[in-house]
């Protein structure tokens, strides 16, 4: 099933499910032979991120298992993180306009030190984890049927991102407003199906300023792996990353117009007119 909510599922029973399925989805990815283990990699880390999401959402519900598997889904995103990291830093490298001499000597740079041999015992120890993971699933605390149970969660994490938005002066302050504005994609995602004509557009715009910010944070990466070793790269990138500013402030303050209460309220009525549909 999709990463979703169900029209006729109730609420406990759509959170464990899709907390079931995510954790399926990333110990199949894990174990695809037929997927580079870079690949591999990235895409089981989209569903630990899909996981903390919902875990979100459910956050004082669940109360003290939230930090449980919170901490545990993070830190073994964490681990696997340096994989994609180095891989998105070649990638902003190859979004620049450079000479191919400069672009070559900086990419040799970049991949001198490359190395993924922890890889394949990083892989293992997350597929040992998966297991005790899905089965703490069953020992959460019962949740209600109600579309209060993911309200305080939704709420907070559209003000968080509304709050990130009017911070965001820093490349580290960009960072975190990207961190709460992927939350919130995510949290349209499960909430598409409620009113998809109004839905799926909403998390279209989320998902293009999180690639805007994602870019951006991609570039100070970059800049940080270079240091000094190309004043023309630091230069270009720079650009860059003012043009993604400007971008991702137009179209964030269209995204994040509402008050969180506003927000709140008008989901609300979208949940409530599709399940008693």
């Known amino acids: 099933m999709a990463y979703a909510f169900e029209q006729n599922e109730p609420v406990p029973a759509a959170i464990a499910r899709i907390m079931r399925e995510q954790i399926a989805r990333a110990r199949a990815q894990l174990t695809d032979e037929g997927e580079p283990r870079e690949e591999r990699v990235h895409d089981a880390r989209k569903r630990f991120k899909e996981t903390r999401a919902l875990l979100r959402m459910i956050r004082k519900p669940l109360g003290a298992q939230f930090a449980i598997e919170n901490a545990w889904f993070r830190d073994a995103g964490r681990e696997l993180a340096a994989v994609r990291d180095a891989d998105a830093v070649l990638e902003a490298l190859a979004t620049l306009e450079l000479s191919r001499w400069v672009r070559a000597r900086v990419k040799k740079h970049l991949t001198k030190n490359r190395d993924h041999a922890p890889l394949d015992a990083l892989i293992a120890k997350t597929m040992n984890q998966l297991t005790i993971a899905e089965a703490r699933v069953a020992l959460w605390p019962p949740l209600d049927d109600?579309?209060?149970t993911i309200a305080g969660g939704l709420r907070r994490i559209y003000r968080d991102a509304q709050r990130s938005m009017?911070?965001?002066h820093s490349a580290e302050a960009i960072h975190e407003w990207r961190k709460?504005?992927?939350t919130h994609w995510y949290h349209a995602q499960l909430l598409q199906p409620i009113w998809p004509p109004v839905m799926k557009p909403y998390a279209e715009m989320l998902d293009k300023?999180?690639?805007l910010l994602g870019d951006h944070h991609d570039l100070h990466v970059l800049a940080e792996n270079i240091g000094r070793k190309s004043p023309t790269v630091l230069r270009v990138a720079a650009a860059r990353q003012k043009e993604l500013e400007e971008k991702a402030a137009e179209l964030g303050s269209r995204i994040f117009a509402?008050?969180?209460?506003?927000f709140l309220a008008r989901i609300r009525k979208?949940?409530?007119t599709w399940r008693n549909s």
């Open 146 to 148: 109600a579309f209060d």
């Open 166 to 168: 009017k911070t965001a």
């Open 180 to 182: 709460q504005v992927k």
């Open 209 to 211: 300023l999180s690639h």
């Open 258 to 262: 509402e008050q969180p209460d506003a």
């Open 270 to 272: 979208y949940w409530s």
